[in-house]
């Protein structure tokens, strides 16, 4: 699901930006979890905060919170997506 790096930091950014790839294979079908007002919308942050867009930009914009949260973000993957099944 993700790599680590020589010094021990994971990044999860591959696997989660091969996830958004499929993802938008079928947008509209994914288009009521990518509305921010859907309770539901949180369960796809985890995976969603390491993407880019086609421009190379962050998808979901600059990052809000610290890059401690950023870096620990992909071990709300797993459970993101069993609740996401």
């Known amino acids: 699901m993700h790599r680590r790096e020589a010094n021990g930091d994971i990044d999860p950014r591959p696997w ?25 919308h949180g369960l796809l942050l985890p995976i969603l905060l390491h ?14 919170e610290t890059m401690n949260f950023l870096r620990n973000a992909y071990a709300d993957i797993p459970a993101a997506l069993e609740a996401l099944r």
């Open 51 to 64: 993407c880019r867009d086609d421009h190379g930009r962050p998808l979901l914009g600059p990052p809000r």
């Open 16 to 40: 989660c930006q091969g996830f958004y790839a499929a993802m938008r294979l079928r947008l509209s079908a994914w288009a009521p979890l990518l509305d921010a007002s859907n309770v539901n």
